[in-house]
T-cell receptor, first 112, second 111 residues
């Protein structure tokens, strides 16, 4: 069966510090991968998606970046965090031509 | 761009009653709609989906209705239970595998 992992589960970082969130998927190959951010009381905002290794599409211009160094690994990064980067970050995957997205447990990021 | 919004941000229902959660969408070209349930501190979980060529689909205790004329989607939960308390999101999927999520409706079940 397929599983999706995210870490860390929670993170508190000062403004201006770097960020690296990792997401890995097991039990499938060549998945579409997604990074979402969810602010408190808000919906899911798509940040990045990837249809293959090294292929990243950005939905929202910001100080975040994403990379996909391996087929089932998706990384969200920042060189310098802003207060507005605080939120709940969710990784998701699905198979090409499929519809349902499967979400990871999320990372709660607080920038202080 | 596309937008998916919900009519009501919060909904409270008595245990055992039926719940109806509504969603409006704007992209008439979307070919697929999904309802997700998100419990506090967790990622969203798939509940049920419906294709744009359908107007109704039933699952276990849940029914999704799609009205393309008015671009409206609803999720009906029968015999609501305390475990149904969560935030419910609708999402539309456009061609190109793009997903757009609404703000969410917080459902509270009163015992």
């Amino acid at each position: 069966s397929q599983t999706i992992h995210q870490w860390p589960a929670t993170l508190v970082q000062p403004v201006g510090s770097p960020l690296s969130l990792e997401c890995t998927v097991e039990g499938t190959s060549n998945p579409n991968l997604y990074w979402y951010r969810q602010a408190a009381g808000r919906g899911l905002q798509l940040l990045f998606y990837s249809v293959g290794i090294g292929q990243i599409s950005s939905e929202v211009p910001q100080n975040l970046s994403a990379s996909r160094p391996q087929d089932r690994q998706f990384i969200l990064s920042s060189k310098k965090l802003l207060l507005s980067d605080s939120g709940f970050y969710l990784c998701a995957w699905n198979q090409d031509l499929a519809r349902e997205q499967y979400f990871g447990p999320g990372t709660r990021l607080t920038v202080t | 761009g596309e937008s998916v919004g919900l009519h009501l941000p919060t909904l409270s229902v008595q245990e055992g009653d039926n719940s109806i959660i509504n969603c409006a969408y704007s992209n008439s070209a979307s070919d697929y709609f999904i309802w997700y349930k998100q419990e506090s501190g967790k990622g969203p979980q798939f509940i049920i989906d419906i294709r744009s060529n359908m107007d109704k689909r039933q699952g276990q205790r849940v029914t999704v209705l799609l009205n393309k004329t008015v671009k409206h989607l609803s999720l009906q939960i029968a015999a609501t239970q305390p475990g149904d308390s969560a935030v419910y999101f609708c999402a539309e999927c456009t061609t190109g595998n793009q997903f757009y999520f609404g703000t969410g409706t917080s459902l509270t079940v009163i015992p």
